[in-house]
């Protein structure tokens, strides 16, 4: 497997126009921050990966999926950046849809391009999700934790044909992500996504995306 997406990520790197950078961070999951001011991306590894969870390779090219739909459809893609002002737990709250959101159209890119890897890390995380679910019940769910489940199931239900196994709020969630194509990425798109993520959470908030510079307003 390796070997072939050694390569994508070779060819993809070329492809991009933006400066793309490599660094370190003490975080556990790798993590691209592109710069639409200075137009960066730069990709950070753990410094420290675990051992029993060494890094893969399609996980950079996830990276990679970001910074390529961040240059050829919209910065959003991307980092996320909150208008100035944005309280600090709206960010909280926010930042986990937000990135269910874009890494929805960021794995859509990855299933375009390497579809046999890419379902395999999905099958593989769909048993993790419904090893959990199994052992903690859905009343376990808490809100973070629910984006990142609903993504994966919805990924499975899509590409794997796997059953939504989501009760009750997740069922939901997983539904709201069905209902847009991850295969055809845009603002319009992603802001709606997020909107109808936050419409079935217990939020009453509402987000804009700014075309001009992809910054998140929102709105209560
Ligand atoms: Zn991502």
């Not at 060494?54 to 390529?68: G, Q, V, W």
């Not at 709020?169 to 991850?182: G, H, K, M, S």
């Amino acid at each position: 497997m390796s070997k072939g997406i050694k390569k994508i990520i070779k060819r993809t790197r070329h492809a991009l126009r933006w400066r793309v950078l490599d660094a370190v961070h003490d975080r556990g999951e790798m993590e691209i921050v592109s710069d639409p001011w200075e137009r960066t991306h730069i990709i950070y590894s753990p410094a420290h990966p675990a051992p029993g969870n060494p890094l893969r390779d399609i996980e950079y090219l996830h990276e990679l999926a970001h910074a390529m739909l961040c240059e050829t459809v919209h910065t959003c893609m991307s980092t996320h950046y909150f208008e100035q002002g944005t309280p600090e737990h709206m960010l909280h709250t926010l930042s986990p849809i937000v990135r269910a959101a874009s890494d929805w159209y960021a794995d859509g890119w990855l299933m375009s391009i390497c579809p046999d890897d890419e379902r395999s890390e999905i099958e593989e995380h769909y048993a993790l999700v419904c090893r959990a679910l199994t052992a903690h019940g859905f009343a376990a769910i808490h809100d973070e934790w629910r984006w990142g489940a609903a993504l994966i199931i919805a990924q499975a239900v899509k590409w794997c044909g796997r059953r939504n196994i989501g009760r009750g709020a997740l069922a939901e969630t997983v539904n709201v992500l069905l209902a847009i194509d991850p295969m055809r990425p845009s603002r319009q798109g992603m802001e709606r996504l997020i909107n109808d993520l936050l419409s079935c959470s217990s939020m009453s908030m509402r987000i804009a995306i700014d075309d001009a510079d992809g910054t998140i307003e929102v709105a209560q």
